[in-house]
């Protein structure tokens, strides 16, 4: 298989996982959307697809939408700019931090990113229902077959998160490069409480890489782990939260993180693809099809719901 096959298929994976990540899949979503009716109104269907909505609407709420980058679901009133709302609301959303898609030239590094964020939200709402299951399992309603399915989803999803414990991340350590000292048990507890496990080569105790983020150093004991985790990599989700400790996690940001483990394990493999693919003179074409997916069309007519 050629590297550009190989590249559309992870597109086409990553697309798959992250059914919202292009406006025009957003743009199909608002299917006979009120305001669409209203010719002066703000708030349209390419307004809300523009900014990074996709309908989520209800009969009691038919103006309700949803971005699939940051959670953020709100209900819309016909004069609303849902692109200020947006930034308004989650100015830290990945979408809304690279600018209206249309007015900027992602690289194809940008549009990946987005798309494993956009994997990940809709992972952890999967996971978040599946939990859901087991709270709220009552056996003379549900079906026995509800929960068996629910427990080996949490079974699969565990065992692909395991990394997310500091003490699961300190036991990566557990081993011994010839003629090179061991660092102290508190310096790998420190690493591993920084958010790193061992990427151990034959020259360093200290390779290290982060699951949540791909990130990977070779570090000296004297580095401060955390203060470099932070500056090498200060979009990772672990270091963006700012909670070193498990102890002060929420349930919905513990649950996150392990989903955007469970993310990134699924396309570590893929990640040397794109790092080829940079390096290619054909990676512009890709780059720029890509780009047009992400943007609105220059031409589009106004739906008008019947």
Known sequence: ????????????????????????ARFASFKGFRYDKKHIAACSSDALSHAGFYSTATKKNPTSAKCPFCTLELTFAENDDPWELHKAARPNCDYVMIGRPDDTTLSLRTIVALALRCATVAEYEKMFKMFKVFEEYNPRIHSTAIRAQATAEAIGFRDSTMLLIA????????????????PTPSILKRLAKAGWCSAATNCSHLSVKCPFCFSAVTFSETDDFWEEHKRIAPDCDFV?????????WTDDEGLMLAVRISIMNKYETKQKILDQLEDDEEVEKLTEQLSRMMAKPRFLRRRCSV
């Open 1 to 24: 298989m050629s590297l550009q096959e190989s590249a559309q298929n992870l597109i086409k994976e990553l697309n798959e996982s992250a059914p919202y990540l292009s406006y025009a």
């Open 167 to 182: 003490d699961h991340r300190f036991k990566t350590f557990d081993y011994t490069v010839r003629g090179f000292r061991k």
């Open 240 to 248: 963006k939260l700012d909670k070193p400790k498990e102890a002060d």
